[in-house]
């Protein structure tokens, strides 16, 4: 007779699942004792071929069985993985996950809610509206925390006009990221504006690449883009060109970008909103994360001004992927992206006071991501989150200042954030991207690059709060070590 594999949830669910995690852990192990550094050498076509060596047949006739199956599989992906828990994969804003979020995430798939109906997601629907009324809070300050279990207007969640509030409530509406939580920035501004008037989009220089193709998505006017003369938007050239555009017009800041982990002189820009009438949208995917912390917070001063801000956790917030957020001042304005499907959200259903989950998101199947965070928050409180904030803006200095006392190393700038920039002294920007190609396919050091003021720089993303000074000066020694003399 044929036996059913077992499933994850249940009362029965945890007994089939703890010997496979105990095979999942052994072959975590396992393949990162492998590889042996920060990422597999050899370059895509030995990782590749190693991989299909090691799978096999992926689809045989019969199954090999999980345990099998876990050990093989696991085992080739850590084997070839860049780890971010590595310090010396420091590429990108891919965080290395804490663990205790990891392990909620596991909790989050074996119940495995759908957050597109209260029926699917009793209490994840509910652990959602706490976490997002926390985020919006923490980003917007004032007013009272949004709470999304009763909604006061069922005709505003259905996409209808809503009432203008005196005192705006916050609100918050998860995302897979930075991207996604943009698009539904420039989205929102588009439906805020006068019917038949298209917004104009302003960016600056230094802006991050998914506006742009939100504006294209959106059918919206080409973006003009704003000079950023040294990494940040330029004020003055902002003020001439929302002089200059017609109609409604949305501005698009930056806290973090990605090449520098620069910040926009956010109150002035807001104030040059104000003047012009213009509609601000702040991009903190990256620097969000400093909210956390009492002494890096002020430099996002001028954040709550914003009418919309992007949010990024699995950046800045040692959350798996994904984690993000999109915080809006005012929770009227996310009725326009309410949606009815009678099998998800009938009138009768929400009248009678079944919660509409349906237009807090452009998407219809959701995992429950805010699990992770809220657990994270729970475990470490705000002291936790600020140590660990307080731990890489550290390092990343000491880097910098490592750079900087080198006799053969040009430091672009001091950081702002966790990111450091720098070249080797003389190198051309041929010599710069062929050091970082040969790092990655020795798998010695994960590296990202960056062009600022017309040159090519090796870019040091520093997120992992476990990476010493020593981590830091091999780091440096690696890259020494492959500059032609």
């Given at each position: 007779?044929?036996?059913?594999?077992?499933?994850?949830?249940?009362?029965?669910?945890?007994?089939?699942?703890?010997?496979?995690?105990?095979?999942?852990?052994?072959?975590?192990?396992?393949?990162?004792?492998?590889?042996?550094?920060?990422?597999?050498?050899?370059?895509?076509?030995?990782?590749?071929?190693?991989?299909?060596?090691?799978?096999?047949?992926?689809?045989?006739?019969?199954?090999?069985?999980?345990?099998?199956?876990l050990r093989t599989l696991v085992t080739a992906l850590a084997e070839g993985a860049a780890d971010p828990a590595d310090p010396l994969c420091a590429a990108h804003l891919h965080c290395p996950p804490l663990a205790v979020a990891t392990a909620a995430d596991l909790a989050a798939s074996a119940l495995n809610p759908s957050m597109d109906s209260w029926d699917q997601a009793p209490a994840a629907s509910a652990l959602e509206a706490l976490v997002t009324a926390t985020l919006a809070?923490?980003?917007?300050?004032?007013?009272?925390?949004?709470?999304?279990?009763?909604?006061?207007?069922?005709?505003?969640?259905?996409?209808?006009?809503?009432?203008?509030?005196?005192?705006?409530?916050?609100?918050?509406?998860?995302?897979?990221?930075?991207?996604?939580?943009?698009?539904?920035?420039?989205?929102?501004?588009?439906?805020?504006?006068?019917?038949?008037?298209?917004?104009?989009?302003?960016?600056?220089?230094?802006?991050?690449?998914?506006?742009?193709?939100?504006?294209?998505?959106?059918?919206?006017?080409?973006?003009?883009?704003?000079?950023?003369?040294?990494?940040?938007?330029?004020?003055?050239?902002?003020?001439?060109?929302?002089?200059?555009?017609?109609?409604?017009?949305?501005?698009?800041?930056?806290?973090?970008?990605?090449?520098?982990?620069?910040?926009?002189?956010?109150?002035?820009?807001?104030?040059?909103?104000?003047?012009?009438?213009?509609?601000?949208?702040?991009?903190?995917?990256?620097?969000?994360?400093?909210?956390?912390s009492p002494r890096e917070a002020p430099k996002l001063n001028g954040l709550a001004r914003a009418h919309t801000v992007a949010l990024d956790l699995h950046k800045l917030g040692w959350q798996p992927v994904a984690a993000g957020i999109l915080a809006v001042r005012d929770t009227a304005e996310t009725a326009a992206l309410g949606h009815q499907a009678d099998y998800l959200n009938a009138d009768d259903d929400t009248e009678a006071g079944l919660p509409d989950l349906l237009g807090?998101?452009?998407?219809?199947?959701?995992?429950?991501?805010?699990?992770?965070?809220?657990?994270?928050?729970?475990?470490?409180?705000?002291?936790?989150?600020?140590?660990?904030?307080?731990?890489?803006?550290?390092?990343?200095?000491?880097?910098?200042?490592?750079?900087?006392?080198?006799?053969?190393?040009?430091?672009?700038?001091?950081?702002?954030?966790?990111?450091?920039?720098?070249?080797?002294?003389?190198?051309?920007?041929?010599?710069?991207?062929?050091?970082?190609?040969?790092?990655?396919?020795?798998?010695?050091?994960?590296?990202?690059?960056?062009?600022?003021?017309?040159?090519?720089?090796?870019?040091?993303?520093?997120?992992?709060?476990?990476?010493?000074?020593?981590?830091?000066?091999?780091?440096?020694?690696?890259?020494?070590?492959?500059?032609?003399?």
């Amino acid at each position: 007779m044929r036996s059913t594999p077992p499933l994850a949830g249940g009362t029965q669910g945890p007994d089939a699942l703890r010997p496979l995690l105990t095979t999942v852990l052994d072959a975590l192990h396992k393949g990162a004792a492998h590889r042996g550094g920060p990422l597999p050498a050899g370059g895509p076509e030995a990782v590749t071929a190693q991989l299909h060596h090691d799978v096999g047949e992926l689809l045989p006739t019969h199954g090999t069985g999980p345990e099998e199956a876990l050990r093989t599989l696991v085992t080739a992906l850590a084997e070839g993985a860049a780890d971010p828990a590595d310090p010396l994969c420091a590429a990108h804003l891919h965080c290395p996950p804490l663990a205790v979020a990891t392990a909620a995430d596991l909790a989050a798939s074996a119940l495995n809610p759908s957050m597109d109906s209260w029926d699917q997601a009793p209490a994840a629907s509910a652990l959602e509206a706490l976490v997002t009324a926390t985020l919006a809070h923490e980003v917007y300050g004032a007013g009272t925390p949004a709470s999304h279990e009763q909604p006061a207007d069922t005709h505003a969640a259905r996409g209808q006009a809503a009432p203008t509030l005196a005192h705006p409530t916050p609100d918050a509406l998860v995302t897979t990221g930075g991207t996604e939580a943009n698009q539904l920035a420039v989205l929102l501004a588009r439906e805020a504006a006068p019917p038949g008037e298209p917004v104009h989009l302003l960016v600056g220089a230094n802006a991050h690449h998914s506006l742009a193709r939100a504006a294209w998505l959106l059918g919206l006017p080409e973006p003009v883009t704003v000079p950023a003369p040294a990494g940040t938007l330029d004020p003055a050239a902002l003020d001439e060109a929302l002089t200059a555009l017609p109609g409604p017009k949305l501005v698009a800041a930056t806290a973090g970008t990605t090449d520098a982990g620069l910040i926009d002189p956010l109150p002035e820009i807001a104030d040059i909103c104000q003047r012009h009438g213009a509609r601000l949208h702040i991009d903190a995917a990256y620097g969000a994360g400093a909210l956390f912390s009492p002494r890096e917070a002020p430099k996002l001063n001028g954040l709550a001004r914003a009418h919309t801000v992007a949010l990024d956790l699995h950046k800045l917030g040692w959350q798996p992927v994904a984690a993000g957020i999109l915080a809006v001042r005012d929770t009227a304005e996310t009725a326009a992206l309410g949606h009815q499907a009678d099998y998800l959200n009938a009138d009768d259903d929400t009248e009678a006071g079944l919660p509409d989950l349906l237009g807090r998101s452009l998407r219809t199947t959701r995992r429950p991501d805010v699990l992770k965070t809220a657990v994270t928050f729970k475990a470490l409180g705000r002291t936790g989150l600020a140590a660990l904030v307080d731990d890489v803006t550290a390092l990343a200095h000491h880097l910098a200042q490592l750079i900087d006392a080198h006799p053969h190393f040009e430091l672009y700038d001091t950081p702002t954030l966790t990111t450091v920039l720098f070249r080797p002294t003389g190198a051309t920007d041929e010599t710069i991207a062929a050091i970082r190609r040969a790092l990655l396919t020795e798998g010695r050091a994960v590296l990202g690059r960056a062009r600022m003021d017309g040159k090519l720089h090796l870019k040091a993303t520093l997120l992992n709060p476990h990476a010493t000074p020593e981590d830091l000066t091999a780091l440096l020694d690696l890259v020494e070590g492959h500059t032609p003399r």
